[in-house]
């Protein structure tokens, strides 16, 4: 054993940064990171055992303990309950004979919830061993868990491919890519490496000028300017590197996925033009576990480029251009998709956000000026340089420029991803994806709006509503609180437990939120969920903690008379105290009940 | 010499050198901005939030701000003050602080800002949920009731060659500061007292200790926290 863990360390070169990868490897061979592996781990990387725990336990796909030969994720999220969660996690239960959490008594399952893994076009979905089970029914279930049994193994379950890619042999997934609506920029026609050799015609300035000129703004969710970033970013001296956002984990959000899965070239391309820009060496693809199944492919196109000189040394001829790039796993953690948070993930640390300023652009990765950017925002970048800002300009409205991709879930005929311009009304959206009988859109995911009707008639922007993508449709049949109490768990089990408010208050607001949904909530409860849910947006450090308040607040803003049906009225005492349950202890002690 | 600059907190003029952290820089001039993980001289955490005050009109936590010449900031202002009210209620309730029976009574931090904001009893409701006791190092135990996560062990607290001898296991609620049980093993009685010195609240005590002052002479037993920064004005 020692010597394995020795081989994984020196692949890395002893480097406690790569601290991720080490565990990612560690874990690989046993299916878990015992006590012996961490002090292993540990003493060859010469810090102490609990600074290699510290890392392990903040990432949910690590652990300590055995996970079980079959190890289950079943998505968690709000449209995974929507489309039968709860039916498949029975019959997983019943099937395996194991509870959600643990592993069975014979050491062959493991049953876990996980946050939303960017399926919510098939839902409900599962991980098993790392690949990816979508549209799980109470029949699949059986099957799979009996053809487990049997001895069959997890690829061997595998009874469809998916569209495009998902076909290839480097794929060869179960996953469908459900793009439901192609645009003019990130799914239009595409002829890898033609962008990449104009750089023989461009300087970096006059890329970061036209990237300015197209007014493009980040696609993860924040909608900072792209070529300002990097603009900003080379006004620090030193080595620089790009870092590629492919963490998403907004609830909801798909649609990096999908590009991924048909334009991994682009994205690799966008990551060079980046590099090129800010004068970088090293550009890193930080990509959620929940992808792992896209490796293969990644890995090849990366290879496939250098084979070509489009990554390497004078990259497209571009004489003293040289770039590479790698690919970072996390390890489920939401909040790693904040940039500072997945900074210190590169770094082999917790996922915690950093106190700012300085911001990435001076101090990022290894404290050197960095750019993140979000997939589809690198994206555009080559299609902005390939057909000009202009033309990019002429699409969207005034202020946002540009097609958007839209992942559509929940109660809609055609749940997917779609390539609009910006400025289409929620209404059109709606429209397009064949919503049915909708009560409520959740814009941007959990971190985002809740709105009704009434406000359909906004247009998706940076000018009106602005958004990451995500967009879940919320039918007649829903209750609200069901789901402000889904977003409102997501948030407790995501947030890096830095900040005090971000750790404890969301419980509170939480455990008052379930009280209301008890039929025990007074008045007053709702007076004290909004007022101290407007602290968390001041409170916090990040854009976690500060919209982990937002469900609540935009649910009681437009839905609020779904919490009035459920409190009881005229009673201004705090109703959840019940006497009998109190002295029951004292009760049996004297061997005297109240009367019923 | 170093530059001075100059700012406002509430309207008072202060000075302080260029490049100077807020905190201290207020502490000099007679200002006390209430805090939790600060500890000065070593990297701010930022995560207690109690810091919080309003710069140029925007919330942001003092002890991770470098002041910078002219910055208007707000500290004794109603919002803010309320914001670390709750903060102080949601400590209280998030662990389990039974006062009278802590070691650290009148010694404390957090009852300490609990009696300056006039705490009487928090809004929130108390959870009681038990949390694990670590009293395998033989120079001190962590009573994890208490610890409100200010990492300021974490993040001061290293052996020679600059291990890490706690640190924080999970995350969210379920965070929890874990140590190094090897690395404690060799804590001097001055390590261990500088630990327990090191944490705001009663998490971290020195075992076989107990009591050496009474309770009624302890550091914020008659004057309250931050007194000693604003009797610089006054005098
Ligand atoms: C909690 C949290 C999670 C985030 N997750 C993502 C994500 O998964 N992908 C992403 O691109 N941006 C995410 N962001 C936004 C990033 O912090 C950052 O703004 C973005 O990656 C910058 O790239 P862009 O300018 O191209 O949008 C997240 C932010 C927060 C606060
Ligand atoms: S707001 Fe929440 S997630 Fe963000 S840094 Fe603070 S504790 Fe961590
Ligand atoms: S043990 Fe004390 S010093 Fe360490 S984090 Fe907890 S409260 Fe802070
Ligand atoms: S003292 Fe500033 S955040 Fe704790």
Known sequence: ?596 | MSEKIKFTIDGKECFAEKGANLIEAAKENGVYIPTLCHLEGVKPAGSCRICNVKINGRPMTACTTTLIEGMNIENNVEDIQELRKIIIETLFVSGNHYCPACEKSGNCELQALGYRFKMLVPRFPFEFEEKEVDAEAPKIYIDRNRCILCKRCVRSLKTEDGKSIFAVQGRGYKAMINIDHELAMNMTDEEATHAMDTCPVGSILKKERGYYDPIGSRKYDKKPIGSEIEQIVTN
């Not at chain 1, 105290?577 to 029951?584: G, R, S, T, V, Y």
């Open chain 1, 1 to 596: 054993m020692s010597s394995h863990i020795q081989n994984i360390i020196e692949k890395y070169g002893k480097d406690a940064t790569r601290l991720m990868d080490i565990l990612h490897e560690a874990q690989a061979k046993e299916g878990f990171i015992s006590d012996e592996v961490v002090k292993e781990i540990a003493s060859q990387l010469n810090i102490s055992k609990v600074d290699v725990e510290q890392t392990l336990t903040f990432y949910h796909f690590f652990s300590k303990k055995p996970l079980g030969k079959y190890t289950i994720y079943l998505n968690n999220s709000l449209v995974s309950h929507m489309m039968g969660r709860e039916e498949v996690a029975h019959a997983f239960e019943k099937v395996t004979g194991t509870k959600f959490g643990s592993v069975s008594e014979d050491g062959q399952f493991g049953l876990y919830n996980t946050s939303c893994i960017g399926m919510n076009d098939q839902e409900p979905a599962a991980i098993i061993n790392g690949i990816v089970f979508p549209k799980m029914t109470t029949y699949r279930v059986k099957e799979i868990i009996k053809a487990f049994r049997a001895g069959e193994s997890v690829t061997d379950m595998i009874n469809s491919l998916g569209g495009g890619h998902n076909q290839s042999d480097l794929v060869h997934s179960m996953v469908t890519n459900n793009l439901n609506r192609r645009g003019a920029v990130i799914f239009s026609e595409f002829t890898p490496g033609d962008t990449l050799k104009k750089i023989n015609s461009i300087s970096p300035k006059e890329l970061i000028d036209e990237v300015k000129k197209s007014n493009l703004r980040g696609r993860g969710g924040a909608g900072f300017p792209t070529g300002l970033k990097w603009d900003f970013c080379t006004k620090t001296p030193g080595e620089r590197y790009v870092l590629c956002n492919a963490d998403e984990g907004e609830p909801g959000t798909f649609k990096d996925r999908v590009i991924l899965t048909e334009r991994p070239e682009m994205v690799f391309e966008g990551m060079t033009l980046a590099g090129y820009a800010i004068g970088a060496k090293l550009g890193i693809l930080y990509l959620r576990e929940e992808y792992r199944y896209l490796e293969k492919q990644l890995e090849t196109v990366l290879l496939g480029m250098r084979g070509k000189g489009l990554l390497g040394r004078n990259i497209a001829g571009k004489e003293g251009f040289d770039y590479d790039i790698r690919i970072q796993f996390g390890a489920g953690a939401y909040v790693c998709g904040e940039e500072s948070a997945l900074i210190e993930s590169c770094e082999g640390k917790r996922g915690e956000p950093r106190n700012r300023p300085p911001f990435p652009v001076q101090v990022g990765y290894l404290d050197k000026p960095t750019v993140i950017n979000n997939v589809e925002s690198l994206c555009s970048v080559v299609k902005i340089l390939e057909k000009g800002a202009e033309w990019y300009k002429s699409m969207g409205t005034k202020e946002t420029s540009g097609t958007k991709l839209l992942s559509i879930s929940g109660d809609v005929r055609y749940p997917g991803v779609f390539e609009v311009e910006w400025g289409i009304t929620v209404q059109e959206a709606l429209e397009m994806s064949g919503a049915m009988n909708v009560k409520a859109v959740q814009v941007g995911g959990p971190s985002g709006r809740l709105i009704g009707p009434n406000e359909f008639h906004r247009t998706i922007c940076y000018e009106d509503l602005p958004t990451g993508g995500a967009f879940i449709v919320i039918g007649e049949g829903r209750k609200i609180l069901d789901v402000v109490k889904n977003f409102m768990d997501f948030f407790i089990d995501e947030s890096c437990g830095s900040c005090a408010p971000c750790r404890y208050l969301t419980v509170i607001l939480r455990n008052k939120l379930n009280k209301i949904m008890e039929g025990k909530g007074v008045a007053s409860d709702l007076d004290d969920l909004v007022n101290w849910g407007k602290q968390m947006k001041v409170a916090n450090r990040c854009g976690l903690g500060q919209s982990a308040a937002n469900p609540i607040l935009s649910s009681i803003e437009n839905f609020r008379y779904e919490y009035e049906a459920k409190i009881e009225k005229g009673k201004d005492f705090d109703t959840r105290f019940d006497l009998n349950k109190a002295i029951q202890e004292s009760s049996r002690a004297v061997g005297r009940f109240p009367e019923a």
